[in-house]
Structures are given as structure tokens and as C-alpha cells.
Nanobody
């Protein structure tokens, strides 16, 4: 079983930056594409970003494009979400997720991911 643990969330002022980390264990991390999702209170879960298993291609939802960057370090079994110029509407619980082994393409669909972390809270103040 693959286990994912997010960290790095917290309170940040609008316009500031934050970096989220996701640590993976229990599987071969480099075999799978990874994704980031978020859920604000009373809102549906939404896709944020995804990265191929090689790290060579990334996709983003329109609302974060140009502000957020996802990357991975397979040697460290970790994926990151660098959040720059954050906005109050970015406030949410952020989750990392892993696709099944050998599913290396990005996806915006939550159903395409088998493993999920517990989430980390990001709060952006104005």
C-alpha cells in the first residue's frame, strides 16, 4: 500500500509564497504520475496540478497557472507544489495523490488516482 503525507501548509498573506511537500512510501514512487487537489469549505474537490512520472510534463488548472509549480524528486520520494502570489481564494485543504503503478500520464480526474494523502491546510489572509 502506498502512503502519502503532505506537509508545508499554514497561514500566509496574500501575495506571499508557500511550498507544499508530499512524501511517499510503500511503493515505487517513480512509477506513477502524481497530482495535487484541493477542497475549500462547502466546495467540491478540484484539480490543481499534475506531473508525469518522469517530471517532464506538468498540467495546471487555469486559476493557478503561472502562480503554482509542481515538481518531483524521485530520489527523495517526494513531490512539491510551489505556490507563489497566493490569493485568498487559494484557501483550502490540499491533497496529493498518486496514480496506479506505471500510469505515468497527467490527469485532472480524481478517479484516476488510487492513493491520497491526509491533506494539509493552506489559509491565505488578505
Amino acid at each position: 500500500q502506498v502512503h502519502l503525507v503532505e506537509s508545508g501548509g499554514g497561514l500566509v498573506q496574500a501575495g506571499g509564497s508557500l511550498r507544499l511537500s508530499c512524501s511517499a512510501s510503500g511503493g515505487t514512487f517513480s512509477n506513477s504520475a502524481m497530482g495535487w487537489f484541493r477542497q475549500a469549505p462547502g466546495m467540491e474537490r478540484e484539480f490543481v496540478a499534475s506531473i508525469t512520472r518522469s517530471g517532464g510534463w506538468t498540467t495546471y488548472t487555469d486559476s493557478v497557472k503561472g502562480r503554482f509549480t509542481t515538481s518531483r524528486d524521485n530520489a527523495k520520494n517526494a513531490v512539491y507544489l510551489q505556490m507563489n502570489n497566493v490569493k485568498p481564494e487559494d484557501t483550502a485543504v490540499y491533497y496529493c495523490a498518486a496514480r496506479p503503478p506505471y500510469f505515468g500520464s497527467t490527469s485532472h480526474r480524481g478517479d484516476d488516482y488510487d492513493y491520497w494523502g491526509q491533506g494539509t491546510q493552506v489559509t491565505v489572509s488578505s
